[in-house]
């Protein structure tokens, strides 16, 4: 019995031997620095992809805006120079004259149209849409309006034309066209002509063919000028 006894005394002595560490060797209880270098790696690879995913997203968004910035402003030029020749008064004079290639002048006197100003909106006198280039080499379409001191609809004989800033009032219509041509067509020679004269009279059409420099499509608008005639 005593010969058990021991034996299971040395068993236990050489268990509690196996179990115990070397003072100068401590358990594995962190990372090393492997691993450590291995995570930020990983986590430096996540947050790239994540900057780049949000900053393409904020992109197309600032393109579609963009996009849809200069489609408004495309309906809106379109629309006013629509609106104003469908409503030119009998007495409109139109004149076309050619600058240096491809900008050219377009000159309404008359308009019978009104144009804001610092004070309240004063009755055109005259209405010009000429072509300039911008500091990116493309076509900027502004427009300036003059008016006639203390002339209405009704008074255009006895004003005069005065030429202070408060009478006249200029503006980009639209911007950045890589092209632009006016076109009149003469009735009597059935021809669109890039001049025009107020000799020739009063016309009946007029086309606008331009292209923008974020599509490079050239778009052609042709705009009706109907008869009119004096009203007693």
């Known amino acids: ?8 005394v040395i068993q236990k002595k050489e268990g509690q031997k196996n179990n115990t560490y070397p003072r100068n060797r401590l ?5 090393t620095l492997m691993e450590i270098i291995l995570a930020i790696g990983i986590l430096g690879l996540l947050m790239g992809s994540v900057f780049t995913l949000t900053n393409s997203s904020a992109l ?14 495309k309906l809106a030029f379109e629309g006013y120079l629509e609106r104003m020749f469908l409503n030119l008064p009998h007495d409109a004079k139109i004149t076309l004259a050619e ?23 004063y009755f055109a006198s005259l209405f010009a849409a000429s072509a300039a280039r911008n500091s990116d080499d493309l076509i900027n379409v502004i427009a300036t309006w ?9 008074d255009t004989e006895n004003s005069t034309i005065i030429d ?25 020679d059935d021809t669109w002509q890039t001049t025009w004269s107020t000799s020739k009279g009063r016309p009946t059409h007029v086309r606008l063919s331009y292209s923008h420099s974020s599509s490079q499509e050239i778009e052609t608008i042709t705009f009706w000028i109907p008869p009119r005639v004096e009203s007693r």
């Open 1 to 8: 019995m005593n010969h058990h006894y021991q034996q299971r």
């Open 27 to 31: 358990p594995k209880n962190g990372f």
């Open 60 to 73: 197309l968004s600032q393109s579609v805006v963009q996009a849809q910035t200069q489609h408004r402003h």
């Open 99 to 121: 600058g240096e290639a491809p900008l050219q002048t377009l000159i309404i006197q008359n308009p019978g149209t009104f144009f804001p100003s610092l004070e309240n909106d």
């Open 146 to 154: 003059k008016s006639l001191e203390n002339q209405g609809p009704e």
């Open 164 to 188: 202070i800033s408060d009478y006249q009032q200029r503006l980009t219509l639209i911007s950045n066209l890589t092209s632009l041509q006016w076109e009149i067509y003469s009735k009597q």
